[in-house]
């Protein structure tokens, strides 16, 4: 079946820096992807819709010049986490829709991000 | 209200048990249904998607009442290994954005 590889899965940060996560889709084309975070307990909180070949779609409170998104092709996107503070401390995740029926959603592995 | 609701739980039951969870939207356009399960600190995976009709997977048992704009989950015999958190997700009619509801948490005791 489709697959979705993240990566990093866990990376530990200091305050300031930046972060990259990748997101790939193995064996189909994701002309879309999703990013998500989810903190503790918490339910998974869409943060923006990647799309290949255009700006990606933020969700009302995310900032886009902290977290940068890059669809670089049609199997890959990135979400960069600028001058990460601890608050930024969080599961991120990222998934993208399949091609066969049922609209089934694949999720990546998720990546966990501590900043210090 | 939100868009998709669940009871957050913890439903504490004995193995074997027969649990039952539900998950309500308020978007009346929506069209795929889909039960995820997560286990702490993993990413969600698909356990079943919920059609019209209704669907069973082995112990599982997936509903969509569309009427009452609400879908359920019924597990049978529960076993330890069920413990996790169940994901309600939905996508509306016209997109392909996936609404999560917050989880329910399932914990199989011995």
């Known amino acids: 079946g489709a697959v979705v590889s993240q990566h990093p899965s866990r990376v530990i940060c200091k305050s300031g820096t930046s972060v990259k996560i990748e997101c790939r889709s193995l064996d189909f084309q994701a002309t879309t992807m999703f990013w998500y975070r989810q903190f503790p307990k918490q339910s998974l909180m869409l943060m923006a819709t990647?799309?290949?070949?255009?700006?990606?779609?933020?969700e009302q409170g995310v900032e886009k010049d902290k977290f940068l998104i890059n669809h670089a092709s049609l199997t890959l996107s990135t979400l960069t986490v600028t001058s990460a503070h601890p608050e930024d401390s969080s599961f991120y995740i990222c998934s993208a829709p399949g091609t066969g029926e049922g609209n089934t959603i694949y999720f990546g592995e998720g990546s966990w991000l501590t900043v210090v | 209200r939100k868009e998709v609701e669940q009871d957050p739980g913890p439903f504490n039951v004995p193995e074997g048990a027969t649990v039952a969870f539900n998950c309500t939207y308020s978007n009346s356009a929506s069209q795929s249904f889909f039960w995820y399960r997560q286990d702490c600190r993993k990413e969600p995976k698909l356990l079943m998607s919920?059609?019209?009709s209704g669907n069973e997977d082995g112990r599982f048992t997936a509903q969509l009442n569309r009427a009452s704009q609400y879908i359920s989950l019924l597990i049978r015999d529960s076993k330890l290994s069920d413990s996790a958190t169940y994901l309600c997700v939905v996508t509306p009619g016209g997109s392909y954005i996936p609404t999560f509801g917050r989880g329910t948490s399932l914990i199989v005791h011995p």
């Open positions: 990647s799309n290949e070949g255009s700006k990606a779609t933020y």
């Open positions: 919920v059609y019209s």
